[in-house]
């Protein structure tokens, strides 16, 4: 997403990519104008010796690359690669795309595999010049654990607002598509993974339905719900009182605005805390109010912000939170094209796309020497991308 980024600034890209050395014939040396690919021993290894030996290879091999493209800021993708390029006399960007260290807890990781990971996160915010983050929540966690804030660009997990456009004439054709008339349509978008709480959202959908019997869930996920098929038996029955779907990309925008209310749930986790859902942009983009919990990145700020949802407390049995639900989606229906097209409104203030390579340019300028700005439209500037990946581009147009 990043490299997409610095493309709207008009800039060249380089890749330098470091490809695991899986055996001596597995791994091909790639050298390209634009993409490079090497191939590296581990330096993300229990064994000590290896590690450091890895590491240093791998620091050599950057600064190589820097001097003979003239790099003139580096661009880190993880805090890994932000400590391989610490010490290098030029700006480093880390861009942080989640709680690294949480995330190796939560997946039971070694203890060596926790400690590696908060050393890399320390030196990564400690030497770098700015960061790039996920979330304006995973920005503040980092700034309190390591005692430190640098120049940040808060850049979620945004969508294409064009995309959804004329989301009210699709939602016509969806609805006729689907027979649902005057059901007042529940929807969930998204993957099957733990962390997305998909039993309590089945839960939740069920004790809304009791509640109230126009209600109607649309399931959209291409992964295997069958696990899930005594849960959904008790919403109703398949095809009249819920419905699972199988999209490709393309089709999601054309069903997603049938729905009157997105379910985004999240357990309280400090990964979940400082998360980036992509599906509340996409069910805001779309012209649909959200349905959220605090432990969804920056979307509980979002929804609360702009009044297009409601945030329900964790402390909340599911009959409480299916009685706000309720309420919350009988008083929206009241005036349905208002709430979308205020929800419409908040995915283009919050989750547009095209306003990242704005907050990028913005960081750029503030990051690089004074005597580098004001040179900054010269074409032969460079400028790298490293994390696997390392881009070199040319800056033109940031001011």
């Given at each position: 997403?990043?490299?997409?980024?610095?493309?709207?600034l008009?800039?060249?890209?380089?890749?330098?990519?470091?490809s695991?050395?899986?055996n001596?014939?597995?791994s091909?040396?790639?050298?390209?104008r634009?993409?490079i690919?090497?191939?590296?021993p581990?330096f993300?290894?229990p064994?000590?010796?290896l590690?450091?030996?890895g590491r240093f290879?791998s620091?050599?091999?950057?600064?190589?690359?820097?001097?003979?493209?003239?790099?003139?800021?580096?661009?880190?993708?993880?805090?890994t690669?932000?400590?391989?390029?610490?010490?290098v006399?030029v700006?480093?960007?880390?861009?942080?795309?989640?709680d690294?260290?949480?995330?190796?807890k939560?997946?039971?990781?070694?203890?060596?595999?926790?400690?590696?990971?908060?050393?890399?996160?320390?030196?990564?915010?400690?030497?770098?010049?700015?960061?790039?983050?996920?979330?304006?929540?995973?920005?503040?966690?980092?700034?309190?654990?390591?005692g430190?804030?640098?120049?940040t660009?808060?850049?979620?997990?945004?969508?294409?607002?064009?995309e959804f456009?004329?989301?009210?004439?699709?939602?016509?054709?969806a609805?006729?598509?689907?027979?649902?008339?005057?059901?007042?349509v529940?929807?969930?978008?998204g993957?099957l993974s733990?962390?997305?709480q998909?039993?309590?959202?089945?839960?939740?959908?069920?004790?809304?339905?009791?509640r109230?019997?126009r209600?109607?869930?649309?399931l959209?996920?291409?992964?295997d719900c069958d696990?899930y098929r005594?849960?959904?038996?008790t919403i109703?029955?398949?095809?009249?009182?819920?419905?699972r779907?199988s999209l490709?990309?393309q089709?999601?925008?054309?069903?997603?605005?049938?729905a009157?209310l997105?379910?985004?749930?999240?357990?309280?986790?400090p990964?979940?805390?400082?998360?980036?859902p992509?599906?509340?942009?996409?069910?805001?983009a779309?012209?649909?109010?959200?349905v959220?919990?605090?432990?969804a990145?920056?979307a509980?700020?979002?929804?609360s912000?702009?009044?297009a949802?409601?945030v329900?407390?964790?402390?909340?049995?599911?009959e409480?939170?299916?009685?706000?639900a309720?309420s919350?989606?009988?008083?929206?229906?009241?005036?349905?094209?208002s709430?979308?097209?205020?929800?419409?409104?908040?995915?283009?203030e919050h989750?547009?796309?095209t306003?990242?390579a704005?907050?990028?340019?913005?960081?750029?300028?503030?990051?690089l020497?004074?005597?580098?700005?004001?040179?900054?439209q010269?074409?032969?500037v460079?400028i790298p991308?490293l994390?696997?990946?390392?881009?070199?581009?040319?800056?033109?147009?940031?001011?």
């Amino acid at each position: 997403m990043i490299a997409r980024d610095f493309e709207e600034l008009n800039c060249c890209v380089t890749v330098l990519w470091y490809s695991r050395l899986v055996n001596p014939f597995g791994s091909k040396l790639i050298l390209r104008r634009h993409w490079i690919t090497v191939p590296m021993p581990p330096f993300y290894a229990p064994h000590t010796w290896l590690r450091k030996a890895g590491r240093f290879m791998s620091r050599l091999l950057a600064r190589l690359v820097i001097k003979i493209y003239r790099i003139e800021l580096v661009v880190a993708e993880n805090p890994t690669m932000a400590a391989v390029c610490a010490g290098v006399k030029v700006p480093v960007i880390c861009d942080f795309h989640g709680d690294v260290v949480e995330e190796r807890k939560m997946y039971e990781n070694s203890a060596w595999e926790i400690r590696l990971a908060r050393e890399e996160e320390e030196a990564a915010c400690r030497e770098a010049s700015g960061w790039v983050c996920a979330s304006d929540a995973l920005r503040q966690t980092l700034g309190a654990r390591h005692g430190v804030l640098m120049p940040t660009a808060v850049v979620p997990c945004c969508v294409h607002i064009s995309e959804f456009a004329a989301f009210e004439q699709r939602r016509a054709k969806a609805r006729n598509r689907l027979g649902l008339e005057d059901r007042w349509v529940l929807c969930y978008l998204g993957g099957l993974s733990r962390w997305q709480q998909i039993p309590e959202t089945l839960k939740l959908a069920a004790a809304m339905r009791a509640r109230e019997p126009r209600v109607f869930f649309l399931l959209m996920t291409n992964e295997d719900c069958d696990i899930y098929r005594s849960q959904l038996e008790t919403i109703g029955r398949e095809g009249e009182d819920y419905v699972r779907l199988s999209l490709t990309h393309q089709e999601v925008l054309e069903m997603l605005p049938a729905a009157d209310l997105g379910i985004l749930l999240r357990a309280p986790s400090p990964v979940n805390h400082v998360s980036s859902p992509t599906k509340c942009g996409e069910y805001l983009a779309s012209g649909v109010p959200v349905v959220t919990t605090a432990y969804a990145g920056d979307a509980s700020k979002v929804i609360s912000g702009t009044t297009a949802g409601l945030v329900l407390s964790n402390h909340m049995d599911i009959e409480e939170s299916a009685e706000l639900a309720v309420s919350f989606l009988r008083a929206a229906m009241e005036d349905r094209a208002s709430i979308a097209t205020r929800s419409h409104h908040a995915a283009i203030e919050h989750y547009n796309n095209t306003y990242n390579a704005e907050k990028i340019g913005r960081l750029l300028i503030e990051v690089l020497p004074a005597s580098f700005s004001d040179n900054c439209q010269q074409p032969d500037v460079k400028i790298p991308h490293l994390d696997g990946k390392h881009c070199n581009r040319h800056l033109r147009e940031l001011k």
